[in-house]
Nanobody, 112 residues
Framework: VQLQASGGGLVQPGGSLRLSCAASGDIDRIGIMGWYRQSPGKQRELVALSSNMGSTEYTDSVKGRFTVSRENARNTMYLRMNSLKPEDTGIYYC???????WGQGTLVTVSS
């Protein structure tokens, strides 16, 4: 299954964005999917994950602000990002866990 992230853009601090991760196949068969972020000068990090059993987990820096969800009918995973901060700036990718091939990410820039 190939995954492709989209929905990034320029947003002011405090704003919101929703990212989408479209899959080429059935995501209800994928046990765990994750959203990753690569910020300038930093290593790529896992920020949120979603299991096909309904559980979710988040890295501490985004807890309470980001929400990951799946829509199986559309084979799509989402990342709703609220109260965005400049440090949320980066390229966001989606992937499976264990990792598959990396698709093209989507750039999120939080700046006034």
């Amino acid at each position: 299954v190939q995954l492709q992230a989209s929905g990034g853009g320029l947003v002011q601090p405090g704003g919101s964005l929703r990212l989408s991760c479209a899959a080429s196949g059935d995501i209800d068969r994928i046990g765990i999917m994750g959203w990753y972020r690569q910020s300038p000068g930093k290593q790529r990090e896992l920020v949120a994950l979603s299991s096909n059993m309904g559980s979710t987990e988040y890295t501490d820096s985004v807890k309470g602000r980001f929400t990951v969800s799946r829509e199986n009918a559309r084979n799509t995973m989402y990342l709703r990002m609220n109260s965005l901060k400049p440090e949320d700036t980066g390229i966001y990718y989606c992937n499976t866990i264990p990792l598959g091939l990396w698709g093209q990410g989507t750039l999120v820039t939080v700046s006034s």
